[in-house]
Antibody, heavy 114, light 110 residues
Framework: VQLVESGGVVVQPGGSLRLSCAAS????????MHWIRQAPGKGLEWVSL????????HYAASVQGRFTISRDNSKNSLYLQMNSLRTEDSALYFC????????WGQGTLVTVSS | QSVLTQPPSASGTPGQRVTISCSGS????????VNWYHQLPGTAPKLLIY???KRPSGVPDRFSGSTSGNSASLAISGLQSEDEADYYC???????????FGGGTKLTVL
């Protein structure tokens, strides 16, 4: 099982960013997928969940209305569209697979700063 | 402020048994299963315990989980130096319609 996140960069407050997570080594469309973030030196914060076919989606209150999770099962890929970014969104963003976050990627770093 | 409350730190000597607590409410721990994760410095978290007390393949039976009411605990017996890590509890919260984590406990092996 391998999950590889990408797309993290430095972006100004109010900007937008799209993160990607490429999955391999398992049947991608069998699994719920999640985004979980960790601010530098801080704990874990769950961000969003999408079920196997995309008809069940949930967001943390802190990102509701600004972030959009999606997936493309034909490409074994998970995405997170991040709009109206704030400094407090700065974090290492992990994608995780399965209902219990059984598998994790290594993360991609998002820095929101002017 | 995390929804689930964990002690910020815990410690023990090699061979000892340590426990880490995780306190929540009726909308999360009280009505859903609890998972535990550990995270070594600079690495991604790994699933340690799921559904209160089940271990994924490869996790030694020195690690065990339990739940009572709105609280959960992780116990580590036969403490080893490689157990030094950050530990997090997590569960679904029915009120928030989302997952919640504890703030994490840094375990030091003295």
């Amino acid at each position: 099982v391998q999950l590889v996140e990408s797309g993290g960069v430095v972006v100004q407050p109010g900007g937008s960013l799209r993160l990607s997570c490429a999955a391999s080594g398992f049947t991608f469309d069998d699994f719920d997928m999640h985004w979980i973030r960790q601010a530098p030196g801080k704990g874990l914060e769950w961000v969003s969940l999408i079920n196997w076919n995309g008809d069940k989606i949930h967001y943390a209150a802190s990102v509701q209305g600004r972030f959009t999770i999606s997936r493309d099962n034909s490409k074994n890929s998970l995405y997170l569209q991040m709009n109206s970014l704030r400094t407090e969104d700065s974090a290492l963003y992990f994608c995780a697979a399965s209902v219990n976050f059984d598998y994790w990627g290594q993360g991609t770093l998002v820095t929101v700063s002017s | 402020q995390s929804v689930l409350t964990q002690p910020p730190s815990a410690s023990g000597t090699p061979g000892q048994r340590v426990t880490i607590s995780c306190s929540g409410s009726s909308s999360n721990i009280g009505s859903n299963t609890v998972n535990w994760y550990h995270q070594l410095p600079g690495t991604a978290p790994k699933l340690l315990i799921y559904s209160h007390n089940k271990r994924p393949s490869g996790v030694p039976d020195r690690f065990s989980g339990s739940t009572s009411g709105n609280s959960a605990s992780l116990a580590i017996s036969g403490l080893q130096s490689e157990d030094e890590a950050d530990y997090y509890c997590a569960t679904w919260d029915d009120s928030r319609n989302g997952w919640v984590f504890g703030g994490g406990t840094k375990l030091t092996v003295l």
